[in-house]
């Protein structure tokens, strides 16, 4: 390893730690410190005395766990169907099934209130048709988080078992088959073990996603307590050091699923073998078919519903719409209102450049480390390799908490600045949150290149600028379009981050949602979320452009 | 002096085998093979004439010049990959320009020597085409174009042919003979199979566990192989345990399982005294005979190859002895004995001494 190669991996490390593991390593410290100075453990002594903590720490614990069971129960079927049937529509289909990934948290939320909710399309309809005095149902409780979650996440089980199901090596299922194994025996004997590792991944993830979700406990949870609302609101009444044992016990259950995961992150599962998957067979029976197609529709249906709810509500003039099943009135005024006012416009610049920057910067960050520890062991490069997961790791709650605690002094030799409340913090902690996204993508792209590459251009003659310039980012383009697609849609819908740490003059679209809301007027909420949507979907297309051969 | 030389080379990995101690040189326009096992350090010595690994210890030297510490891109030194390593986002014309625009070749002249390199490697008209198009062997010509293009000093190629399959390796060998001979370029090249180096190369280095075994033509390995490696690992041989009764006037007499072969004194590459000995003999070195002339034994496996036809005969010390004879010989279970073809048997006879295992 050359000297320049070393420092530079040194210097990333460092930077890392200072903005990583430093903030959350001053949680661990405020949650034990007393108000005098000295040490305490009082905190989680009220942690574990008070039966409100231990109600918000199950009901974290239960709703996760339940969110696994659901994702997968809807996930991994819909997986094998699509995988290995072809039936009519489904194509179409099968685009459409990864609709709940261009809805940002809250937007989907929002989005299943009016569809959902006690005021919503279904509800309203539902109490129509039965004639019925009251509303049927409230989108409140466990459930309702449950609901939301189950849409949202059974796209990690249904992308992780296809991407198993089409590396796994067709030979052993013949084999089986040749073996003399039913249909049955085949798939709990050889099919599924073999997909396990892709399983494991998407169940990981999965917890982990329903574990730091805030935004669907936050609006709907009512008087049903999970730790990341818990936190938050314990913070909004002063007391810090609580929030921060808080913060720590989230953190801790965090950990135990990563242990009990026995991973190391997402899409770290791989199906073994190198078979080639058969082709999707049209379902044989015309029953069986038929069943197929509609269930698919019914689906898509479903997927599309919040999407067109949010852009036929944003259509809606304030006010106007009260007892009615769908609104009477429809009018762009909401969009006029949007784009005419300057204030109404600022959340929307605001997102966007807090977005492109943050982005930016950790793809800087995620390419640091690719040229930097990539191809090169050493115990620096593990380290900085782990750093860059961390806040993937941590729900991103406990990370706003541990940026707003660690950056709200101002202590230059203990390396703690005053950030909170500058415009500063909010990029900061989405780049943060997007360095796990952004790194992942560019190492697994580094490492996919065939390092003779590198090695043929130097050997014409050229130098690592130009071998960086000419070959390595040419290639790399899928990898990096990936990353920071992925990391641009995360942190402009972010909603968990900034209602901790946003300003009045960095506040984004997702608190101006909220706000809007909270005035009662639906139009301009939805309206800003198509807005979120549209943009979302667009930067999505943008980066899935066809990927050139690697390889 | 050689025009390339490498001097008392070393490179010590942790687990891996290495390279150690290795000196060799290669004439102006000679061409040099690498040869050996996966692991004996031939690829490690090729990567460190590229400049991608760093020797521990030694000195390469080109024209006298040192080049040692100096970076691949500043060493003029082109190398094929074992996978051509071609840029795939590149065409074929972009690729060979890579090299050029180092040289600062630009343009219409670039745009010529393009032309050039595709016309040697017999691929004009090449230029536009996308690297994704191109067959296996279509690819390595156009590694091979592309390394040449810039001129370099010496060309290095990574087990150039152990990519393409049986049908295509054979011409490809022939024309890639042809065309580095053409060129007249320095080149070593790196190659775990035998026929491989005796076709391309005019010397060939055999290295065992990062060490040299032994360095000559082709013929000198096969005929006078200096050690017991080079002895097995270089064509085809069959091994008795026998014992040296007698050394005198350049006659050495050797009983092997209570036959008696008369040798002359080339046979064993070093001093041998009198006492057990290993008797290496290729399957052309020896002849089937009726019954009671020679080591006896019985025909056990037949095996028709086109210009001749193989037996295995297993001794009474059961030891399996493969000779190389006509097809109407013997038949499999034919009682037969085993003679050197000419006696006293010289090593390009096929036959040869090494000292006893141990000894």
Do not use: C
């Given at each position: 390893?050359?000297?320049?190669?070393?420092?530079g991996?040194?210097?990333?490390a460092?930077?890392?730690?200072?903005?990583?593991a430093?903030?959350?390593?001053?949680?661990?410290?405020?949650?034990?410190?007393?108000?005098?100075?000295?040490?305490?453990?009082?905190?989680?002594r009220?942690?574990?005395?008070?039966?409100?903590?231990?109600?918000?720490?199950?009901?974290?614990?239960?709703?996760?766990?339940?969110?696994v069971?659901?994702?997968?129960?809807i996930?991994?079927?819909?997986?094998?169907?699509?995988?290995?049937?072809?039936?009519p529509?489904r194509?179409?289909?099968?685009?459409?099934?990864?609709?709940?990934?261009?809805?940002?948290?809250l937007?989907?939320?929002?989005?299943?209130?009016?569809?959902?909710?006690?005021?919503?399309?279904?509800?309203r309809?539902?109490?129509?048709?039965?004639?019925?005095?009251?509303?049927?149902?409230?989108?409140?409780?466990?459930w309702?988080?449950?609901?939301?979650?189950?849409?949202?996440?059974?796209?990690?089980?249904?992308?992780?078992?296809?991407?198993?199901?089409?590396?796994?090596?067709?030979?052993?299922?013949?084999?089986?088959q040749?073996l003399?194994?039913?249909?049955?025996?085949?798939?709990?004997?050889?099919?599924?073990?073999?997909?396990?590792?892709?399983?494991?991944?998407?169940?990981?993830?999965?917890?982990?996603?329903?574990?730091?979700?805030?935004?669907?406990?936050?609006?709907?949870?009512?008087?049903?307590?999970?730790?990341?609302?818990?936190?938050?609101?314990?913070?909004?009444?002063g007391?810090?050091?609580?929030?921060?044992?808080?913060?720590?016990?989230?953190?801790?259950?965090?950990?135990?699923?990563l242990?009990?995961?026995?991973?190391?992150?997402?899409?770290?599962?791989?199906?073994?073998?190198k078979?080639?998957?058969?082709?999707?067979?049209?379902?044989?029976?015309?029953?069986?078919?038929?069943?197929?197609?509609?269930?698919?529709?019914?689906?898509?249906?479903?997927?599309?519903?919040?999407?067109?709810?949010?852009?036929l509500?944003?259509?809606v003039?304030?006010?106007?719409?009260t007892?009615?099943?769908?609104p009477?009135?429809?009018?762009?005024?909401n969009?006029v209102?949007?784009f005419s006012?300057?204030?109404?416009?600022?959340?929307?610049?605001?997102?966007?450049?807090?977005?492109?920057?943050?982005?930016?910067?950790?793809?800087?960050?995620?390419?640091?480390?690719?040229?930097?520890i990539?191809?090169?062991r050493?115990?620096?490069?593990?380290w900085?390799?782990?750093?860059?997961?961390?806040?993937?790791l941590?729900?991103?709650?406990?990370?706003?908490?541990?940026?707003?605690?660690?950056?709200?002094?101002?202590?230059?030799?203990?390396?703690?600045?005053?950030?909170?409340?500058?415009?500063?913090?909010?990029?900061?902690?989405?780049?943060?949150?997007?360095?796990?996204?952004?790194?992942?993508?560019?190492?697994?792209?580094?490492?996919?290149?065939?390092?003779?590459?590198d090695?043929a251009?130097?050997?014409?003659?050229?130098?690592?600028?130009?071998?960086?310039?000419?070959?390595?980012?040419p290639l790399?383009?899928?990898?990096?379009?990936?990353?920071?697609t992925l990391?641009?849609?995360?942190?402009?819908?972010?909603?968990?981050?900034?209602?901790?740490?946003?300003t009045y003059?960095?506040?984004?679209?997702?608190?101006e949602?909220?706000?809007?809301?909270?005035?009662?007027?639906?139009?301009?909420?939805?309206?800003?979320?198509?807005?979120?949507?549209?943009?979302s979907?667009?930067v999505?297309?943008?980066?899935?452009?066809?990927?050139?051969?690697?390889? | 002096m050689?025009?390339?030389?490498?001097?008392a080379l070393?490179?010590?990995f942790?687990?891996?085998?290495?390279?150690?101690d290795?000196s060799?040189?290669?004439?102006?326009?000679?061409?040099?093979?690498?040869?050996?096992?996966s692991?004996?350090?031939?690829?490690?010595?090729?990567?460190?004439?590229?400049?991608f690994?760093?020797?521990d210890a030694?000195r390469?030297?080109?024209?006298?010049?040192?080049?040692?510490?100096?970076?691949?891109?500043?060493?003029?030194?082109?190398?094929?990959?074992?996978?051509?390593a071609?840029?795939?986002?590149?065409?074929?014309?972009?690729?060979?320009?890579?090299?050029?625009?180092?040289?600062?070749?630009?343009?219409?002249?670039?745009?010529?020597?393009?032309?050039?390199?595709?016309?040697?490697?017999?691929?004009?008209?090449?230029?536009?085409?996308?690297?994704?198009?191109?067959?296996?062997?279509?690819?390595?010509r156009?590694?091979?174009?592309?390394?040449?293009?810039?001129?370099?000093?010496?060309?290095l190629?990574?087990?150039p042919l152990?990519?393409?399959?049986?049908?295509?390796?054979?011409?490809?060998?022939?024309?890639?003979?042809?065309?580095?001979?053409?060129?007249?370029?320095?080149?070593?090249?790196?190659?775990?199979?035998?026929?491989?180096?005796f076709?391309?190369?005019?010397?060939?280095?055999?290295?065992?566990?990062?060490?040299?075994?032994?360095?000559?033509?082709?013929?000198?390995?096969?005929?006078h192989?200096?050690t017991?490696?080079?002895?097995?690992?270089i064509?085809?041989s069959?091994?008795?345990?026998?014992?040296?009764?007698?050394?005198?006037?350049?006659?050495?007499?050797?009983?092997v399982?209570?036959?008696?072969?008369?040798?002359?004194?080339?046979?064993?590459?070093?001093?041998?005294?009198?006492?057990?000995?290993?008797?290496m003999?290729?399957p052309e070195?020896?002849?089937?005979?009726?019954?009671g002339?020679?080591?006896?034994?019985?025909?056990?496996?037949?095996?028709?190859?086109?210009?001749?036809?193989?037996?295995?005969v297993?001794?009474?010390?059961g030891?399996?002895?493969?000779?190389l004879?006509?097809?109407?010989?013997?038949?499999?279970?034919?009682?037969?004995?085993?003679?050197?073809?000419r006696?006293?048997?010289?090593?390009?006879?096929?036959l040869?001494?090494?000292p006893?295992?141990?000894?």
């Amino acid at each position: 390893m050359s000297r320049g190669r070393r420092i530079g991996t040194v210097v990333l490390a460092l930077l890392l730690a200072w903005l990583v593991a430093y903030p959350l390593l001053i949680v661990a410290v405020e949650s034990v410190r007393g108000g005098t100075g000295g040490w305490t453990l009082e905190y989680f002594r009220r942690f574990g005395t008070e039966p409100r903590e231990w109600q918000a720490l199950w009901g974290s614990l239960w709703t996760s766990v339940a969110s696994v069971v659901l994702a997968g129960l809807i996930g991994v079927p819909l997986a094998f169907l699509f995988e290995r049937h072809d039936f009519p529509g489904r194509r179409l289909i099968g685009a459409l099934v990864a609709l709940p990934a261009v809805l940002p948290p809250l937007v989907g939320v929002i989005a299943f209130l009016f569809l959902y909710g006690e005021t919503g399309f279904i509800a309203r309809m539902v109490q129509g048709a039965l004639r019925m005095d009251e509303v049927p149902w409230r989108l409140e409780g466990a459930w309702a988080i449950l609901l939301v979650h189950a849409y949202s996440m059974y796209v990690y089980f249904y992308l992780f078992t296809r991407a198993g199901l089409a590396q796994l090596d067709h030979a052993a299922i013949e084999a089986a088959q040749s073996l003399g194994a039913s249909r049955g025996r085949t798939l709990f004997r050889v099919t599924l073990p073999l997909l396990a590792p892709s399983l494991r991944g998407a169940a990981l993830l999965t917890f982990m996603t329903a574990l730091a979700s805030f935004s669907a406990p936050y609006i709907f949870g009512g008087g049903f307590r999970v730790m990341t609302t818990q936190i938050v609101f314990t913070r909004l009444n002063g007391e810090y050091g609580m929030a921060m044992a808080q913060t720590v016990v989230l953190s801790l259950l965090g950990l135990a699923g990563l242990w009990l995961a026995g991973e190391g992150g997402p899409g770290t599962g791989r199906a073994g073998g190198k078979g080639v998957a058969p082709p999707a067979r049209l379902i044989a029976s015309p029953g069986l078919r038929l069943a197929a197609t509609i269930g698919g529709w019914t689906l898509g249906i479903f997927l599309l519903l919040p999407h067109v709810t949010l852009l036929l509500l944003s259509f809606v003039p304030v006010g106007t719409w009260t007892i009615e099943t769908f609104p009477p009135a429809y009018t762009v005024g909401n969009y006029v209102t949007l784009f005419s006012q300057p204030e109404r416009l600022r959340p929307l610049g605001n997102s966007l450049w807090m977005a492109t920057l943050a982005t930016a910067v950790a793809m800087l960050a995620a390419l640091a480390a690719g040229v930097l520890i990539s191809r090169h062991r050493s115990t620096v490069g593990r380290w900085t390799e782990r750093l860059l997961a961390v806040p993937w790791l941590v729900p991103g709650t406990v990370f706003a908490v541990a940026l707003a605690s660690a950056f709200s002094v101002h202590a230059p030799w203990v390396a703690r600045i005053i950030l909170v409340g500058t415009i500063w913090i909010l990029p900061l902690a989405y780049v943060i949150r997007n360095l796990p996204l952004a790194s992942r993508a560019v190492l697994a792209g580094f490492r996919g290149l065939d390092p003779a590459l590198d090695e043929a251009a130097h050997s014409l003659g050229a130098g690592r600028g130009r071998t960086l310039r000419r070959i390595t980012l040419p290639l790399l383009r899928p990898a990096l379009a990936a990353g920071a697609t992925l990391a641009f849609v995360t942190a402009l819908g972010d909603f968990v981050v900034s209602i901790i740490l946003y300003t009045y003059d960095t506040r984004p679209l997702s608190l101006e949602i909220l706000s809007s809301l909270r005035q009662g007027d639906v139009g301009i909420a939805s309206a800003y979320g198509v807005l979120l949507m549209a943009l979302s979907g667009l930067v999505f297309a943008l980066g899935s452009e066809r990927q050139v051969v690697t390889r | 002096m050689p025009y390339l030389s490498l001097h008392a080379l070393t490179r010590r990995f942790g687990d891996q085998a290495g390279v150690f101690d290795l000196s060799l040189g290669v004439e102006r326009g000679g061409i040099l093979a690498l040869l050996g096992p996966s692991g004996s350090g031939k690829t490690t010595t090729l990567r460190m004439l590229g400049g991608f690994e760093r020797p521990d210890a030694g000195r390469i030297t080109v024209e006298q010049e040192e080049v040692t510490q100096l970076r691949p891109e500043r060493r003029r030194f082109g190398m094929v990959f074992q996978h051509y390593a071609l840029f795939p986002h590149l065409d074929v014309g972009q690729n060979i320009a890579f090299g050029l625009e180092s040289l600062g070749v630009r343009g219409a002249a670039a745009e010529q020597r393009i032309g050039e390199a595709l016309a040697l490697v017999d691929l004009g008209g090449f230029a536009r085409r996308a690297v994704a198009e191109l067959s296996g062997g279509q690819q390595q010509r156009i590694a091979l174009a592309r390394a040449l293009a810039p001129e370099p000093r010496v060309l290095l190629l990574d087990e150039p042919l152990s990519n393409l399959d049986p049908a295509l390796r054979e011409r490809t060998r022939r024309e890639l003979r042809t065309l580095i001979r053409r060129v007249g370029i320095t080149t070593v090249i790196v190659t775990h199979e035998q026929e491989d180096a005796f076709d391309l190369a005019d010397t060939v280095a055999v290295l065992n566990q990062g060490r040299l075994e032994q360095v000559g033509t082709p013929e000198a390995l096969y005929q006078h192989p200096a050690t017991v490696f080079v002895a097995r690992f270089i064509g085809r041989s069959s091994w008795m345990t026998g014992r040296l009764v007698s050394r005198e006037a350049g006659i050495l007499r050797v009983s092997v399982d209570g036959a008696e072969w008369r040798l002359r004194e080339g046979v064993a590459g070093g001093v041998i005294n009198p006492g057990p000995v290993q008797v290496m003999a290729r399957p052309e070195g020896l002849a089937l005979a009726p019954p009671g002339r020679g080591l006896a034994g019985e025909v056990t496996d037949r095996r028709f190859a086109g210009a001749g036809t193989y037996y295995v005969v297993k001794t009474a010390a059961g030891i399996h002895v493969e000779v190389l004879a006509g097809a109407t010989d013997a038949a499999v279970g034919d009682q037969v004995s085993l003679a050197p073809v000419r006696e006293p048997a010289g090593a390009e006879d096929g036959l040869h001494l090494f000292p006893a295992a141990g000894a």
